[in-house]
Nanobody, 124 residues
Framework: QVQLVESGGGLVQAGDSLRLSCAASGRTFSNYAMGWFRQAPGKEREFVAA????????RYADSVKGRFTISRDNAKNTVYLQMNSLKPEDTAVYYC?????????????????WGQGTQVTVSS
């Protein structure tokens, strides 16, 4: 079955950078779309960014455009989220998710597979 394992979260200060990784296994992902979502305490899980595994088409939430970059390494079956200029409002648990076909979408209901999440905390 599909397994997604996130890593790279931590505690940083405002303005710092972090890179999250999502290692995927269990399937051939060439026709998948991969997404990053986040959930802060008391809030709904929200879309952050997504990418298609094949051609690398991307989509970002307006709140992270210009600061976050999603990418993938096909050889390693790993998706990354490079987060720069972090703000306290970026504090959340970040989840990796997989969708069995393109295109990239921003709805969490379109993604069938989820990782366990990694905590990102940004102090002011």
């Amino acid at each position: 079955q599909v397994q997604l394992v996130e890593s790279g979260g931590g505690l940083v200060q405002a303005g710092d950078s972090l890179r999250l990784s999502c290692a995927a296994s269990g399937r051939t992902f060439s026709n998948y779309a991969m997404g990053w979502f986040r959930q802060a305490p008391g809030k709904e899980r929200e879309f952050v960014a997504a990418i298609t595994w094949s051609v690398g088409s991307t989509r970002y939430a307006d709140s992270v455009k210009g600061r976050f970059t999603i990418s993938r390494d096909n050889a390693k079956n790993t998706v990354y989220l490079q987060m720069n200029s972090l703000k306290p409002e970026d504090t959340a648990v970040y989840y990796c998710a997989a969708r069995e076909r393109p295109p990239v979408t921003s709805s969490r209901f379109d993604y069938a597979y989820w990782g366990q999440g990694t905590q990102v905390t940004v102090s002011s």
